[in-house]
């Protein structure tokens, strides 16, 4: 208990993106609870414009709010009790971009690991990917321009 209580007041003291950060922690919760009981073809009504991507160049101010948003989505989402993998980061993080009005784009994608399929999910804007790595190693099966 008095562990938590200084992470806690870790976060309130020294963390300079607070908003931010409790932003990320509802919308996380959000779409785990999302992802658990809406059916995936619903969802993707709501991923963005399909088969479309974004821009590859941005400006740079736009470079510099959407890497604050991927750092924040990926060290909170590291730390949530529940799951929250590659598909809810590239949602809260695409949620965010666009409420900032800052293009991006959700891929869905399949690969192998061992004999089991394995699902995907990355969020790149511009040039950089923001949530969920490059994509190397899966097959892309989907993209959603938001």
């Known amino acids: 208990m008095i562990r938590r209580m200084k992470r806690i007041y870790s ?23 999302w ?16 088969n479309e991507e974004s821009a590859q160049e941005e400006s740079m101010e736009k470079y510099k709010e959407a890497s604050k ?6 060290s ?4 949530t009790p529940w799951e929250s993998k590659c598909l809810v980061r590239a ?15 959700l891929y869905l994608g399949v690969g192998k690991k061992g004999d089991a399929m394995i699902a995907h999910a990355w969020l790149r804007s ?16 989907a993209k959603f321009r938001s």
Request: charged share 15%; proline share 2%; aromatic share 12%.
């Open 91 to 105: 949602l809260t993080a695409q949620h965010l971009l666009k409420k900032k009005k800052i293009p991006s784009t």
């Open 69 to 74: 948003v991927s750092h924040t989505v990926n």
């Open 126 to 141: 511009g040039r950089y990917y923001l949530a969920g790595g490059s994509g190397d190693g899966y097959v892309q099966v």
């Open 35 to 50: 992802i658990l009981t809406v059916p995936m073809n619903i969802i993707k009504k709501f991923m963005g414009v399909l």
């Open 11 to 33: 976060f309130i003291r020294y963390n300079s993106k607070k908003w931010l950060s409790i932003r990320v922690l509802f919308l996380s919760a959000y779409y785990r609870l």
């Open 76 to 79: 909170v989402c590291g730390q």
